[in-house]
């Protein structure tokens, strides 16, 4: 029975475009609305975690994402000034034997190809922005700023932290501004991997902020995370444009190896880090929500694309698990995703203030926790993120218990 459903998707991003794939799988016929006029994401890089990972294996697209991958041989915690190694969790074979999936990191741009190759012909439409949501009985209409209008069983809002769709069904509450602000570039190389940035996933902390450094483009690039905590922002966007000088000196001081890697980035962007608390629904009769629209989140376990991927995924079972009946499909989908990405979010802000410290005493702690426990299992320290790459999207039972 669900393959007569019909599904409209608001926005083609990576959650937008995971859940077309989902249901494609499934037979349910999706469409999707991206107001871009064509597809496309910013240069910058994602940590593709085992959770995620193991989505792409069930989609059939495993292979495609490991030919555009560089795998990280551990997520290494280091001091901003000094390089010591604060913690070393092992990922690479590591992450197969414990989670059932690799490690990886990716561009964004490359993620995103991956899912648009995935989409058939004529299952999107581009240029076109939401403007309103209506419900009917028994389905939902999407209105759009050319003045058309799409007809569907169930619209999905994954148009991302400012989501129409949301405001829509929910009222206008701006995300809160999280005190957080992020330069981000990527740095290209001819040869790999250099003998000064490390083949890993590197966590530099300091006090007020800290830096993330990882390779890309099969190790012919590297990303950067540089994020400052600052009292006020004026923009959410992922490309508002900064220059290098700015990014050297919002960083003066730290390790030599951090600023010669940072005086080599062309291009760099920067923005605000927004966020919303949980919210305790998601859905509104026939229309529902996704990826940052629904919680948008920190970037500070990296997994504000893999929670999208993880949705859309449940979200497409779970309406297939139900057949016609939406509704059910809906609860189902609530049930499995709110706990998971609720909790996702709010350890995320807390991993921010641990991060982040700066007095002596509270630092002093820290480190020697993250000491201990790294002696005692490297997979329980650190950014202690084992809970999230445990996680099977694709597995019904444990997906169940969230
Ligand atoms: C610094 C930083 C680092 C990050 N690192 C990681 C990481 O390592 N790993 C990870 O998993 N996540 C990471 N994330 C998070 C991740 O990038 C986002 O959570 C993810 O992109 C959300 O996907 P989405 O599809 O929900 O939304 P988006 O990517 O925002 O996509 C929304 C889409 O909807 C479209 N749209 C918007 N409004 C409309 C409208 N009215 N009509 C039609 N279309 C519309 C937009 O054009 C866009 O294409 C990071 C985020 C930040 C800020």
Not at 263 to 277: C, I, M, N, P, Y
Not at 281 to 294: E, K, P, Q, Y
Request: contains cysteine; proline residues 5%; charged residues 20%.
């Amino acid at each position: 029975m669900s393959r007569s459903l019909r599904v409209g998707v608001v926005g083609g991003g990576i959650g937008g475009l995971a859940l077309a794939a989902a249901l494609r799988r499934h037979g349910i016929e999706a469409r999707v609305f991206e107001r871009a006029k064509q597809f496309g994401e910013v240069g910058a890089g994602i940590q593709m975690t085992p959770n995620a990972v193991k989505v792409m294996v069930a989609l059939g697209l495993y292979d495609a994402l490991r030919q555009i991958s560089f795998t990280p041989q551990a997520l290494v915690g280091r001091h901003w000034r000094s390089a010591r190694e604060m913690f070393r969790t092992p990922l690479a074979g590591d992450c197969e034997r414990l989670y059932g999936a690799p490690f990886l990191h990716a561009h964004r741009a490359d993620l995103h190809a991956i899912f648009a190759a995935d989409l058939p012909d004529g299952a999107a439409n581009l240029g076109v922005a939401c403007t309103g949501i209506e419900q009917r009985p028994n389905a939902a209409v999407a209105q759009f700023d050319d003045g058309s209008a799409f007809e569907a069983d169930l619209i999905v809002g994954a148009d991302g932290i400012h989501s129409v769709v949301r405001k829509c069904l929910f009222g206008d509450q701006p995300p809160q501004f999280t005190g957080n602000m992020c330069w981000r570039a990527t740095v290209p190389f001819a040869t790999q991997p250099l003998n000064y940035v490390s083949p890993d996933s590197s966590f530099w902390l300091g006090p007020h902020g800290h830096v993330v450094t990882y390779y890309v483009q099969g190790g012919r690039a590297v990303n950067i995370v540089a994020v400052a905590e600052t009292a006020a922002w004026v923009e959410e966007a992922w490309n508002v444009r900064s220059t290098r000088e700015e990014l050297l000196a919002g960083f003066a001081g730290w390790h030599p190896n951090l600023i010669r890697l940072f005086s080599q980035a062309e291009t760099v962007f920067k923005w605000g880090l927004f966020d919303r608390d949980p919210m305790p629904a998601w859905s509104v009769d026939r229309a529902t929500l996704l990826g940052d629209a629904a919680h948008p989140m920190l970037p500070f376990l990296s997994q504000g694309a893999a929670m999208a991927i993880e949705d859309g995924y449940v979200l497409a079972a779970s309406l297939h698990d139900h057949g016609g009946d939406v509704a059910a499909g809906l609860r189902q989908y609530e049930a499995r995703r709110r706990p998971r990405t609720a909790r996702v979010q709010l350890e995320s802000r807390e991993r921010g203030r641990t991060y982040h410290l700066a007095s002596p005493l509270a630092l002093l702690k820290r480190d020697i926790a993250y000491r201990v426990r790294n002696l005692i299992n490297p997979h329980k320290s650190g950014i202690k993120a084992n809970w999230v790459y445990e996680y099977d999207a694709t597995a019904p039972a444990l997906a169940k218990a969230a």
